[in-house]
């Protein structure tokens, strides 16, 4: 049996790389290049690559490995459909709960402030709220597909408490976004 892993930091390495060759042809081309909107998708490139670093990675494929084909679809799949049940059943310590609730919280939150800079139509709760329920769903769906594929055996828990917790923070965001917006705004005007 062989196994590779795939550990997050080769994420950073290889969009660092993207980015840089993105600026560099920018710059052959003769394209005007802002150092706040560099900044600003350069911050995105970051905060996307560690979503996706948090959530799929380590990717651990195993190749030729028998076991693999001995654990059940449903154990393979990790579903975890009944959400808050694993903290009342005292399966999870105290700080783990604190951890995976404000962790699960804040993952979303910088995506809708990354979504209200870069278009103000994106400033509304309904954006909002389907912004961060429909990438959670993603997120999760991509697990489910990870969890099953034969290849990986990393069985990340698929769970509906993490949508609800990242829908949620995504919403936080979004008033906490709108009450400083608002703020600026009013303090221009004076």
Same mark, same amino acid.
């Given at each position: 049996m062989m196994e590779i892993i795939f550990p997050m930091q080769i994420l950073? #390495? =290889? $969009?660092?790389?993207?980015?840089?060759?993105? =600026?560099?042809?920018?710059?052959?081309?003769?394209?005007?290049?802002?150092?706040? &909107?560099? %900044?600003f998708k350069?911050? @995105? %490139?970051?905060? =996307?690559t560690f979503l996706i670093g948090i959530t799929?990675?380590? !990717?651990?494929?195993? !190749? $030729?490995? *028998? &076991?693999?084909?001995? !654990?059940?679809?449903?154990?393979?799949?990790?579903? &975890?459909? %009944? *959400?808050? #049940?694993?903290?009342? $059943?005292n399966k999870i310590p105290l700080a783990g709960i604190i951890k995976n609730v404000l962790g699960n919280i804040i993952l979303l939150m910088p995506l809708n402030v990354f979504a209200?800079?870069?278009?103000?139509?994106?400033? $509304?709760?309904?954006?909002? @709220?389907?912004?961060s329920l429909l990438t959670s769903i993603s997120i999760e769906l991509m697990q489910l597909i990870l969890n099953l594929s034969l290849?990986?055996?990393?069985?990340?828990?698929?769970?509906?408490? &993490?949508?609800i917790l990242n829908t949620i923070g995504g919403l936080i965001s979004y008033f906490i976004y709108s009450f400083i917006y608002s703020r600026l705004k009013r303090d221009k005007e004076i």
């Open positions: 950073f #390495v =290889i $969009n660092f790389f993207i980015w840089i060759i993105y =600026i560099i042809l920018k710059y052959l081309k003769h394209k005007e290049i802002r150092f706040k &909107d560099e %900044i350069g911050l @995105f %490139i970051i905060y =996307i799929m990675f380590p !990717i651990c494929i195993r !190749i $030729n490995n *028998p &076991d693999l084909f001995s !654990i059940p679809l449903y154990q393979r799949a990790n579903l &975890d459909i %009944i *959400p808050f #049940v694993e903290y009342f $059943n209200f800079m870069h278009n103000r139509k994106f400033m $509304n709760i309904k954006s909002s @709220f389907l912004l290849l990986s055996s990393n069985f990340r828990a698929v769970s509906i408490e &993490d949508v």
